[in-house]
T-cell receptor, first 111, second 115 residues
Framework: GESVGLHLPTLSVQEGDNSIINCAYSNSASDYFIWYKQESGKGPQFIIDIRSNMDKRQGQRVTVLLNKTVKHLSLQIAATQPGDSAVYFCAENNAGNMLTFGGGTRLMVKP | DGGITQSPKYLFRKEGQNVTLSCEQNLNHDAMYWYRQDPGQGLRLIYYSQIVNDFQKGDIAEGYSVSREKKESFPLTVTSAQKNPTAFYLC??????????????FGPGTRLTVL
């Protein structure tokens, strides 16, 4: 079936460096993608989203890139800070208001 | 947590008991969802409701029940038929058709442990 997955389960970066978290999706009909951040013991927080008619969207310190040719989504975090340490996961919307979630990547920021 | 509250934060259940998890939202969202999250895994959909007095089974509905009597409330009951209920339960809501976003906003979660 259709699925959303992540390439790297754990990413360790030095404080101040840029982070890149990747996500592959398989449903070419998906038209909306979301990145969430989840800290331990808390609910997921919305970070940024992108629609399929765009290939890049920027927020505060975060950028999402969408490559529809290879069905790839990435989240870039600039100047990573200790507070960025969390699990990040992507989600795709391909049928009404239903989201399919990836398994998540744990980002660890070293001081 | 975007106007979505879940209670309790921690819940302990004895085997054979039913327990009900609360989810309330003041975002005026039409659609609400319940997910289950197990350690190191993604979210799995239990039930969802697109409108008051209507709800649909998700991917793992067995052993769970819901109701949607009010727009702002979507309680989840974990019944004794659920064989492995220990997990982190997340409630979410969204407002379909608001002209641009289908983002689901999540509550803080309830961690259920079976003793």
């Amino acid at each position: 079936g259709e699925s959303v997955g992540l390439h790297l389960p754990t990413l360790s970066v030095q404080e101040g460096d840029n982070s890149i978290i990747n996500c592959a999706y398989s449903n070419s009909a998906s038209d909306y993608f979301i990145w969430y951040k989840q800290e331990s013991g808390k609910g997921p927080q919305f970070i940024i989203d992108i629609r399929s008619n765009m290939d890049k969207r920027q927020g505060q310190r975060v950028t999402v890139l969408l490559n529809k040719t290879v069905k790839h989504l990435s989240l870039q975090i600039a100047a990573t800070q200790p507070g960025d340490s969390a699990v990040y996961f992507c989600a795709e919307n391909n049928a009404g208001n239903m989201l399919t979630f990836g398994g998540g990547t744990r980002l660890m920021v070293k001081p | 947590d975007g106007g979505i509250t879940q209670s309790p934060k921690y819940l302990f259940r004895k085997e054979g008991q039913n327990v009900t998890l609360s989810c309330e939202q003041n975002l005026n969202h039409d659609a609400m969802y319940w997910y289950r999250q197990d350690p190191g895994q993604g979210l799995r959909l239990i039930y969802y409701s697109q409108i008051v007095n209507d709800f649909q089974k998700g991917d793992i509905a067995e052993g769970y029940s819901v109701s949607r009597e009010k727009k702002e409330s979507f309680p989840l009951t974990v019944t004794s038929a659920q064989k492995n209920p220990t997990a982190f339960y997340l409630c979410a809501s969204t407002n379909p058709g608001t002209g641009g976003t289908d983002t689901q906003y999540f509550g803080p979660g309830t961690r259920l442990t079976v003793l």
